[in-house]
């Protein structure tokens, strides 16, 4: 390792010690690919310096990448014990996929913005992911062709749960989902049991961008 790397991996076992674990998470696997994941080159250059601290950052177009503790709070809440066919939305940075990547079989991502697709695509390449396929369309529809889905996580706050989501979860399958108005949102767990209804639990306050899509926010409200 030189230099660099190694600081780099300091910085991120001080983040998991000081933001992390201190918070309340507890998978080992969430903690250990937050250690792996290289968060810095998810960003732009002028934004690597903060890549580690605890808030998010803009990844351009008006998006950003979310905060590591809210990264390793929805990611511990998907209950990922490996193999699992996973549905992201928001691909945005693409630093969420990765994390989801390392401990799940199968992520495939969508994204609605073109610029926010390619340069995730490029990062993830760059990184050597193969169980990633990312996509550029509107997430609120899902993704039917790789349906049912174990897991689906919505990283864009959405006014309610999109349906075509609930329709392409899986049988004993979790979908983590942040819902609220278009300043602040609570995070929302869903599982759907093996009969196929479904139950809801709320686990705290947070502040995302806005899911714009069909069964999302519309593009200027
Ligand atoms: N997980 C990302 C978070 C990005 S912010 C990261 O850690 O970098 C949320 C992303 O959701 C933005 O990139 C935004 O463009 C995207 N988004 C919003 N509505 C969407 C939709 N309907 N379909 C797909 N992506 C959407």
């Given at each position: 390792?030189?230099n660099?790397?190694?600081r780099?991996?300091?910085?991120?076992?001080?983040?998991?010690?000081?933001?992390?674990?201190p918070?309340?998470?507890?998978?080992?696997?969430?903690?250990?690919?937050?250690?792996?994941?290289?968060?810095?080159?998810?960003?732009?250059?002028?934004?690597?310096?903060?890549?580690?601290?605890?808030?998010?950052?803009?990844?351009?177009?008006?998006?950003?990448?979310?905060?590591?503790?809210?990264?390793?709070?929805?990611t511990?809440?998907?209950?990922?014990?490996?193999?699992?066919?996973?549905?992201?939305?928001?691909t945005?940075?693409?630093?969420?996929?990765?994390?989801?990547?390392?401990?799940?079989?199968?992520?495939?991502?969508?994204?609605?913005?073109?610029?926010?697709?390619?340069?995730?695509r490029?990062?993830?390449?760059?990184?050597?992911?193969?169980?990633i396929?990312?996509?550029l369309?509107?997430?609120?529809?899902?993704?039917?062709?790789?349906?049912?889905?174990?897991?689906?996580?919505?990283t864009?706050?959405?006014?309610?749960?999109?349906?075509?989501?609930?329709?392409?979860?899986?049988?004993?399958?979790?979908?983590?989902i942040?819902v609220?108005?278009?300043?602040?949102?609570?995070?929302?767990?869903?599982?759907?049991?093996?009969?196929?209804?479904?139950?809801?639990?709320?686990?705290?306050?947070?502040v995302?961008?806005?899911?714009?899509?069909?069964?999302?926010?519309?593009?200027?409200?």
């Amino acid at each position: 390792m030189n230099n660099q790397t190694d600081r780099q991996a300091w910085a991120r076992q001080r983040m998991v010690e000081r933001d992390i674990v201190p918070r309340g998470i507890k998978d080992q696997r969430v903690l250990d690919a937050l250690l792996k994941v290289p968060r810095h080159l998810f960003v732009g250059e002028s934004q690597r310096m903060s890549a580690y601290e605890d808030h998010p950052l803009p990844i351009g177009e008006g998006q950003t990448i979310s905060q590591p503790f809210m990264v390793a709070l929805m990611t511990e809440a998907l209950l990922l014990r490996g193999g699992e066919t996973v549905l992201e939305i928001g691909t945005g940075s693409g630093y969420q996929t990765a994390i989801l990547a390392e401990l799940a079989g199968r992520v495939y991502s969508v994204e609605r913005i073109p610029s926010l697709t390619g340069q995730a695509r490029k990062t993830l390449d760059a990184l050597g992911y193969t169980n990633i396929l990312v996509r550029l369309s509107d997430g609120t529809l899902g993704w039917a062709e790789y349906a049912p889905y174990d897991r689906i996580l919505v990283t864009a706050g959405a006014p309610r749960v999109p349906e075509p989501l609930l329709e392409q979860l899986a049988p004993g399958g979790i979908l983590v989902i942040p819902v609220g108005s278009n300043t602040i949102q609570e995070l929302v767990r869903i599982r759907k049991r093996e009969d196929g209804t479904t139950f809801e639990e709320r686990m705290g306050g947070c502040v995302f961008v806005k899911l714009v899509g069909k069964y999302g926010w519309e593009v200027d409200c």
